[in-house]
């Protein structure tokens, strides 16, 4: 009885030390440059940018791991887009408002919105094909 403890101990203590390990190696990661085509979204342009045409926007955190997993992805979503059909963000620590409004709970949260209006959701780390086929699926 006593071994199984000890050997519960140390199996906790070991994924203590990775979950830190993995956070601070983490937290070294550069942050990827926007592409070009990437709009900025803010709670004052944000109905315009929005407005007849069809954008993604992606909600995220600089803090958040799966959210830097999604920049250069999402990069490359707006190089192939083309026309009236754009890629957004909203940083939700500067637009705490912006998430309410549209109740994301969990980051990255990528809405569509087809002529200001929302039209479908995805909550995660998605890949560039997927995403393409949803937004030309719209």
Not at 8 to 30: E, R
Not at 110 to 134: A, C, D, T
Request: aromatic letters at 10%.
């Amino acid at each position: 009885m006593q071994t199984t403890y000890i050997i519960v101990s140390i199996g906790i203590v070991f994924f203590i030390i990775l979950v830190y390990y993995t956070k601070a190696k983490m937290k070294n990661v550069p942050l990827v440059a926007d592409n070009e085509k990437i709009i900025t979204l803010t709670d004052k342009n944000f109905e315009h940018q929005t407005k007849n045409k069809i954008v993604l926007v992606d909600f995220w955190a600089s803090w958040c791991a799966p959210c830097r997993m999604m920049a250069p992805v999402l990069n490359e979503v707006a190089e192939t887009l083309t026309g009236n059909t754009h890629i957004g963000k909203v940083d939700i620590e500067e637009y705490q408002n912006l998430a309410a409004k549209f109740k994301v709970r969990s980051i990255p949260t990528l809405i569509l919105f087809k002529n200001g209006v929302e039209v479908n959701r995805f909550v995660g780390v998605k890949s560039k094909e997927f995403l393409i086929k949803q937004i030309h699926n719209n």
